[in-house]
């Protein structure tokens, strides 16, 4: 029964996606051109666009005559009455964004610290301040928040406890609880995710690879995760861990990885790791470092460009397993290792080319994600955008 009621509420959330996605690039449509366009049914199109008018995510404006049969009332997006906030929390510090239901940026923001040594409490704090400050400057422009959605480099429950994010230092940190209380907005629902898996969303609905039904997000500015992508559906696992591909041991004697065990990738290839052996004494602060790091490598240091090969290696590695146990059509590198995929990429696909068991890694393609420094919060004001009392999942309508 339960497994009955999540493939409705999937497939409801599918067709929701597709109509929003349709009205983006067409409208001003009519529900039949949404129907032709979809490739849904009339019934199904009439149904969602009565849900989208109700909540005012869309509105009906003037009507036109069509070439056959009587005039039609044409749909336009509504960005007017709703947003959502997207968050992220990492080693480099806090980030805020909220949208419109039709795509308008409202506010983008980025501040350093606490940092990952200050702990949960205190990181929670200045994470509430945050999301007061988004709620207000949204709620001045005359729009209701949906709710908020919380990226975390780490294991994520169902309830929104973070089980681990071995970057962070935190174990058994019930954020979404935390976070909601320090609010004090229980008419604001929370929502809490792994950053990856908020990073693939961005890239499934925004940017070169919309619409991509098989896609691989990776990211490792603080944790290495992946999000998932399978045959257009997020890919969760049976408690919402899938995707820890940064905990897969490559050398047994490795380095010592924050999880406490020995060769993990994220020890071996998580940026964290690519700063301490480019240049331990540098700059404290891991913006300063990665900015660094590039200019050296853009630069053609020899050292440098070594060691981003090894890291690319070892990603290569790990990205060949998702590839032969998952054939996704593209992997997207997020945050710093978009920022660094010249110099990565060519040893990911000689990696591929030689540990892939399908002709062409299966015709993977590997490419920096469009969203470098926002596909988590990107991700995440997608992800609040959900009909409070479905549970369903529109796709954000952003003007990238």
């Given at each position: 029964?339960?497994?009955?009621?999540?493939?409705?509420?999937d497939?409801?959330?599918?067709?929701?996606?597709?109509?929003l996605?349709?009205?983006?690039?067409?409208a001003?449509?009519?529900?039949?051109?949404i129907?032709?366009g979809?490739?849904?049914?009339?019934?199904?199109?009439?149904?969602?666009v009565g849900?989208?008018?109700?909540?005012r995510?869309v509105?009906?404006?003037q009507?036109?005559?069509?070439?056959?049969?009587?005039?039609?009332t044409?749909?336009?997006?509504?960005g007017?009455?709703?947003?959502?906030?997207?968050?992220e929390?990492?080693?480099?510090?806090?980030?805020?964004?909220?949208f419109?239901?039709?795509g308008?940026?409202?506010?983008?923001?980025h501040?350093?610290?606490?940092g990952?040594?200050?702990g949960?409490?205190?990181?929670i704090a200045?994470?509430?301040?945050?999301?007061?400050?988004?709620?207000?400057?949204?709620q001045?422009?005359?729009?209701?928040?949906?709710?908020?959605t919380?990226?975390?480099?780490?294991?994520i429950?169902?309830?929104?406890?973070?089980?681990?994010a071995?970057?962070?230092g935190?174990?058994d940190?019930?954020?979404?609880?935390e976070?909601?209380a320090?609010?004090?907005?229980?008419?604001?629902?929370?929502a809490?995710d792994?950053?990856?898996?908020?990073?693939a969303?961005?890239?499934?609905?925004h940017g070169?690879?919309?619409?991509?039904?098989?896609?691989?997000h990776?990211?490792?500015?603080?944790?290495?995760?992946?999000?998932v992508?399978?045959?257009?559906?997020?890919?969760?696992?049976?408690?919402?861990?899938?995707?820890?591909?940064?905990?897969?041991?490559?050398?047994?004697?490795?380095?010592?990885c924050g999880?406490?065990?020995?060769?993990?990738l994220?020890?071996?290839a998580?940026?964290?790791?690519?700063?301490?052996r480019?240049?331990?004494a540098?700059?404290?602060d891991?913006?300063?470092?990665?900015?660094?790091?590039i200019?050296?490598?853009?630069a053609?240091?020899a050292?440098?460009?070594?060691i981003?090969?090894e890291?690319?290696?070892?990603?290569g590695?790990g990205?060949?397993?998702?590839?032969?146990v998952l054939?996704?059509?593209?992997i997207t590198?997020?945050?710093?290792y978009?920022l660094?995929?010249?110099?990565?990429?060519?040893?990911?696909?000689?990696?591929?080319?030689?540990?892939?068991?399908t002709p062409?890694a299966?015709?993977c393609t590997?490419?920096?994600?469009?969203?470098?420094?926002?596909?988590?919060?990107?991700?995440?004001?997608?992800?609040?955008?959900?009909?409070?009392?479905s549970?369903?999942?529109?796709?954000l309508?952003?003007?990238?």
């Amino acid at each position: 029964m339960i497994t009955q009621t999540a493939g409705h509420t999937d497939i409801r959330a599918t067709n929701l996606a597709a109509v929003l996605g349709f009205l983006r690039r067409e409208a001003p449509c009519s529900r039949a051109a949404i129907a032709s366009g979809t490739g849904l049914n009339k019934a199904t199109v009439t149904s969602i666009v009565g849900d989208l008018l109700e909540r005012r995510l869309v509105r009906e404006t003037q009507q036109t005559q069509n070439h056959v049969g009587r005039p039609a009332t044409l749909l336009v997006l509504d960005g007017s009455a709703y947003a959502a906030v997207g968050l992220e929390v990492s080693a480099n510090g806090l980030s805020a964004l909220a949208f419109d239901t039709a795509g308008d940026q409202l506010l983008r923001w980025h501040r350093a610290g606490p940092g990952a040594d200050a702990g949960p409490a205190k990181t929670i704090a200045a994470l509430a301040v945050l999301a007061r400050r988004a709620i207000s400057t949204v709620q001045s422009s005359g729009r209701e928040v949906l709710g908020i959605t919380v990226g975390v480099p780490g294991l994520i429950d169902r309830d929104g406890v973070v089980v681990l994010a071995a970057g962070l230092g935190w174990r058994d940190v019930r954020l979404r609880t935390e976070l909601t209380a320090a609010l004090g907005r229980p008419d604001i629902p929370v929502a809490v995710d792994n950053d990856a898996n908020l990073g693939a969303l961005a890239d499934q609905l925004h940017g070169p690879f919309a619409g991509c039904d098989n896609l691989i997000h990776l990211t490792g500015d603080t944790g290495i995760g992946a999000g998932v992508i399978a045959d257009g559906r997020l890919l969760r696992g049976d408690l919402g861990y899938a995707g820890e591909i940064g905990h897969l041991r490559l050398v047994a004697d490795g380095p010592l990885c924050g999880c406490g065990r020995r060769g993990c990738l994220e020890a071996l290839a998580g940026l964290p790791a690519i700063l301490s052996r480019s240049d331990p004494a540098a700059d404290p602060d891991p913006q300063v470092q990665l900015e660094h790091l590039i200019r050296r490598a853009e630069a053609g240091e020899a050292a440098v460009t070594k060691i981003l090969a090894e890291a690319g290696t070892h990603l290569g590695n790990g990205i060949a397993a998702l590839v032969n146990v998952l054939n996704p059509a593209a992997i997207t590198l997020g945050g710093s290792y978009a920022l660094l995929a010249d110099h990565l990429i060519p040893s990911i696909e000689q990696v591929l080319s030689e540990s892939v068991i399908t002709p062409d890694a299966g015709g993977c393609t590997i490419a920096p994600s469009a969203f470098p420094r926002t596909a988590t919060t990107l991700g995440a004001a997608a992800h609040s955008l959900i009909s409070l009392n479905s549970g369903r999942l529109p796709k954000l309508t952003v003007n990238s």
